[in-house]
């Protein structure tokens, strides 16, 4: 898999380069770019499979260059990187058809369970598979992110000791197993906040692995940023069945 780093910070950038070559796949090609101009003039050649950018850069920010590269068709996935917790921002970021959107300091785990989603739609010559039990794990997660899952459920299902699964989860993936397992969680329930606007919040947190409708607001908001209701407000989808408290419902 292909990487591109955006950002007009030089530290930042170094930071940034540390931070995917410890989240992402094995084998993954990561190219750096100091502004926008230079990074699309890369991807004429480099050819991104997913590009990571800032938003605030001098001459052309974050969106303007996801616009043009989209225009001239050099990359078409997208992951922005601001330091602003702000509804307008999330809001550009849907609009312009990103992947997702992280806050800095970036989440590693979020990031890991993003480059490796990505790397796994992509053709099967692109990320070579390195250990079945690694696949075996996480298709269990992504089947399974709606029941009771722990390291021992998941250790006996595939018949492997749970310090096993710790050490080769952290190998593969970067994070441990319960960041990854709350951000595989919060992905999907951003897709059924979306999809279903007639269920309460705290239905689709019981759907997606959340019994504990609080917890479920709490973990929501470390992901994202944003409280579940507020995620909905930003798509402009109304609050249904009584939500209230930043999309929990009360009792």
């Given at each position: ?135 075996k794990i996480l298709g269990f997660i992504e089947s ?21 699964i710790s050490s080769l989860f952290s190998k593969e ?42 917890y479920f607001n709490k973990v929501f908001k470390k ?29």
């Amino acid at each position: 898999m292909k990487v591109m780093i955006v950002d007009d910070e030089p530290a930042i950038l170094k930071g940034l380069l540390k931070v995917v070559k410890e989240s992402a796949p094995e084998y993954t090609e990561v190219t750096m770019a100091n502004n926008a101009f230079e990074a699309l003039e890369k991807m004429t050649d480099n050819r991104p499979h997913v590009t990571i950018t800032d938003l605030n850069m001098p001459e052309m920010d974050g969106f303007a260059l996801i616009a043009e590269a989209k225009r001239r068709e050099l990359c078409d996935r997208f992951i922005i990187l601001t330091g602003y917790d702000e509804f307008q921002y999330a809001l550009q970021a849907i609009r312009a058809g990103v992947i997702d959107y992280l806050l800095k300091p970036i989440d590693k785990a979020a990031l890991s369970v993003l480059l490796h989603r990505i790397a796994a739609e992509l053709p099967a010559a692109c990320l070579p598979v390195e250990c079945d039990h690694a696949d075996k794990i996480l298709g269990f997660i992504e089947s399974n992110y709606a029941q009771d899952l722990s390291l021992d459920r998941l250790a006996e299902h595939l018949n492997l000791h749970p310090n096993y699964i710790s050490s080769l989860f952290s190998k593969e993936t970067g994070t441990t197993f319960v960041q990854y397992l709350n951000t595989v969680r919060i992905r999907e329930a951003k897709k059924q906040l979306t999809e279903y606007p007639y269920l309460s919040v705290n239905v689709i947190g019981s759907r997606v692995g959340f019994e504990n409708r609080h917890y479920f607001n709490k973990v929501f908001k470390k992901y994202s940023g944003m409280t579940p209701g507020q995620y909905r407000s930003v798509l402009g989808i109304s609050s249904s069945n009584g939500d209230t408290n930043g999309g929990i419902a009360r009792e």
